[in-house]
Structure formats: C-alpha cells, structure tokens
C-alpha cells in the first residue's frame, strides 16, 4: 500500500471541515425525515454516530495534541473546552446504543447531540482553526496522518460490521 501523497486535500483543517459538513448533512436529512420513518432515522443516527466517533478519534489523538504544542498559552483554553465538548457528545453516541428510532428520548436525544455539535463547530472553524492557521503547524503533514487514521478507523467499523 503507498504512502498517501501531501496535497491540498490532506489539509488537517479542511478534512475536518469536511466532517463538519458531512454530520451537518446528517443532522438536516434525520430534520427532514418523516416523524413515522424509523428505519430512515436510525440508518441516520448510525451513520451520524460512526462519524462522529471516528472524527472525536482523530481530534483527540492527533489535532488537539498537536494544537496544544503550537499555540499559545492564551489560545490553549479552546483545546480544553474542545475535549469536554466532545466528551458530551460521546456521552450522547453511547445513549444510542441503549434507544432505537421510535424510542422515547430517540428524536429528543439525536436533536441535543445535533445542538452540541453545531456549537463545538462553529468554535472550532471561528475560533481555533483560524488560530492555527496562524500557527507554523504542518497541516498538510498532520492531514495525512489524520487521513490514514481516519481511512483505519473506517476500516475497522466495516470490518466489524460485516462480521455479524
């Protein structure tokens, strides 16, 4: 297998951005989705959960970390609230793995996590992207290794999910 190449599209912050609008998507259709459509809201929540997960992964072992060397110590307090962000969210994926669509709380549940990230992004692209940008952090390198982490992480969901 090659190495993937540097490029614009392995842009650490433009990936992410990329997730960004993808779970946006997710939270828009799951808005628009029939109140009696259950398999289309769960297939939703699923999707939104597994992307999430994955995106939460690659932050915290690669973005964040590396955010942390870069800045300085004013700009660090986004990195903390960043972690405690994520930190509900994921508290809210695992609330999926106990509800099903047509669920008391499964709607309710799907819209605070929705909120929740809305929030954490508009943070993250106002506040501390445009702080690392200013930054001399390599983020077509850190792109890279966010791409193959998040290329291995994809792999092991479908692994396990062809498996059953």
Do not use: W
């Given at each position: ?5 540097a ?9 992410l ?16 989705a029939a ?8 297939t ?18 690669l973005l964040y970390?590396a955010?942390?060397?870069a800045?300085?110590?004013d ?13 509900l969210?994921?508290t809210l994926i695992?609330?999926?793995?106990q ?10 549940t799907?819209?605070v ?10 943070e993250?692209?106002?506040?501390l992207?445009?702080e690392l940008?200013?930054t001399?952090?390599?983020l ?8 193959a982490?998040k290329?291995a992480l994809q792999?092991k ?5 062809t498996?059953?």
């Open positions: 297998m090659s190495k993937p190449q490029s614009p599209q392995h842009d650490a912050l433009a990936i951005e990329a997730d960004h609008r993808a779970v946006e998507q997710l939270f828009d259709a799951f808005g628009r109140d009696n459509d259950l398999e289309r809201k769960a939703l929540v699923q999707r939104a959960c597994e992307l999430l997960t994955i995106h939460a992964i690659v932050e915290e072992e970390p955010a942390r060397d800045l300085d110590t700009d660090k307090g986004d990195v903390d609230e960043a972690y405690v962000e994520h930190f969210v994921k695992e609330k999926f793995t509800l099903k669509a047509g669920d008391e709380g499964f709607d309710a799907f819209k996590m929705s909120e929740s990230v809305s929030h954490h992004v508009e993250e692209e106002n506040e992207f445009p940008r200013k001399k952090l390599d077509v390198a850190l792109g890279t290794k966010i791409a982490r290329d792999r969901i479908t692994e396990v999910a498996a059953h």
